[in-house]
């Protein structure tokens, strides 16, 4: 069970934290990521961490966000600077198992419950 927090309303330019609760995960090696997904949009990858700590980015959210976790916490992170309107969706925490990552739907197969990020101009 993931569960997600610290979604939020907030102006250009502005900066939000979001977390996951992973501690029910325990497989490894593990992919941890953040999606979102807009209304009338596809679901798509933001970033993701491997459990040897590796990340990787969407090209729209490189040198804005990062993604990290607190092994002692089992706390998945999301850094989210600069934010931008375009940014505006529900972001999702998921989680597989394996040490092969990527940002398609298809690997994750556990998924929290969302939380909502608004940009506004």
């Known amino acids: 069970q993931l569960v997600e927090s610290g979604g939020d309303s907030v102006q250009a330019g502005g900066s939000l934290r979001l977390s996951c609760d992973a501690s029910a995960y325990t497989y490894m090696p593990y992919c941890l990521a953040w999606f979102r997904q807009s209304p009338g949009k596809e679901r798509e990858g933001v970033a993701y961490?491997?459990?040897?700590?590796?990340?990787r980015y969407a090209d729209s959210v490189k040198g804005r966000f990062t993604i990290s976790k607190d092994n002692a916490k089992n706390t998945l992170y999301l850094q989210m600077n600069f934010l931008k309107p375009e940014d505006t969706a529900m972001y999702y925490c998921?989680?597989?198992?394996?040490?092969?990552?990527?940002?398609?739907?298809?690997?994750?197969?556990?998924w929290g419950q969302g939380t909502q990020v608004t940009v506004s101009s």
């Open positions: 961490i491997t459990s040897y700590a590796t990340t």
């Open positions: 998921a989680a597989a198992g394996g040490g092969a990552c990527s940002l398609n739907v298809w690997q994750y197969d556990d």
